[in-house]
């Protein structure tokens, strides 16, 4: 099994319609530089030749900066560019995806604030567990709600990483990362910004909340 202790840190997710095709790469290479540990490839589109150009780019980009490109969904992509994953409940089985990427790829699974999915993906492989949403979503304001006192139990109950997700800004982080989050997953307060240099100081920031911790 892969080494999950250094799943600690900033986890950047970029947003197609957030970031369009332009600022994606220097967007996402900047949150790297910047010290974010897992990058999140999410698009929702079908179009995959794109798809398959851009999370390749992602990839190299990681690569360059001791990062770890995700990718949002979609385990077949993931499988050809031997990335890791994440699967929400709707997004197919855990247990073949691990058998797709072997025993090796990180593999997420979105939780919501539900302790019985976080022991099933557990039991299925999970690298990590992701719980959600904490505060009001730019990106996905219908998400469901979870509580920062959810990831105390979680964190007493489980031993592999804990990501929080949902409206993480660096005012309400370090309250998540006391509770026990060991990723912080964040979209709109990194990635909505005014160049790619803006991005890179907010990724330093947040990285640095786990350096005090
Ligand atoms: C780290 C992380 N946590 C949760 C999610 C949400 O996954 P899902 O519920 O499948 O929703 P979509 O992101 O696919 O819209 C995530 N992507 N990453
Ligand atoms: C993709 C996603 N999943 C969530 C969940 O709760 O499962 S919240 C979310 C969006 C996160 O973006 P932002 O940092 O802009 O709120
Ligand atoms: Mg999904």
């Known amino acids: 099994m892969k080494d999950t202790t250094k799943l600690r840190g900033l986890y950047a997710i970029t947003d197609s319609k957030l970031l369009g095709e332009e600022r994606l790469l220097p967007y996402a290479e900047a949150a790297v ?24 780019a992602l990839r190299e980009i990681c690569g360059r900066h001791g990062a770890q490109l995700i990718i949002n969904d979609d385990a077949e992509l ?15 089985s855990l247990s073949v995806a691990r058998a797709l990427l072997g025993r090796k790829a990180i593999i997420g699974a979105t939780c919501h604030a539900r302790l019985d999915l976080a ?27 979870a509580t920062p006192e ?8 489980f031993s592999v990483p804990i990501t929080a997700i949902g ?6 982080a370090p309250g998540l ?18 160049s790619a240099s803006e991005v890179e100081r907010r990724a330093q920031a947040f990285s640095q909340l786990f350096a005090i911790d």
């Open 177 to 194: 990362i006391a509770k026990g989050a060991s990723l912080i997953a964040v979209v709109h307060a990194l990635f909505a910004a005014e």
């Open 33 to 56: 530089k910047g010290g974010a540990r897992l990058l999140q490839y999410r698009d929702k589109s079908s179009d995959d030749t794109r798809r398959l150009r851009e999370a390749d």
């Open 167 to 172: 409206g993480v800004t660096l005012d309400n």
């Open 150 to 157: 959810l990831l105390a139990e979680a964190r007493q109950r």
């Open 119 to 145: 022991e099933q993906a557990i039991s299925e492989g999970a690298s990590y567990i992701a719980f959600g949403r904490f505060f009001d979503s730019n990106t996905k304001p219908g998400a469901p709600s």
């Open 78 to 92: 993931a499988a050809r560019l031997g990335v890791g994953l994440h699967l929400g409940q709707e997004d197919g």
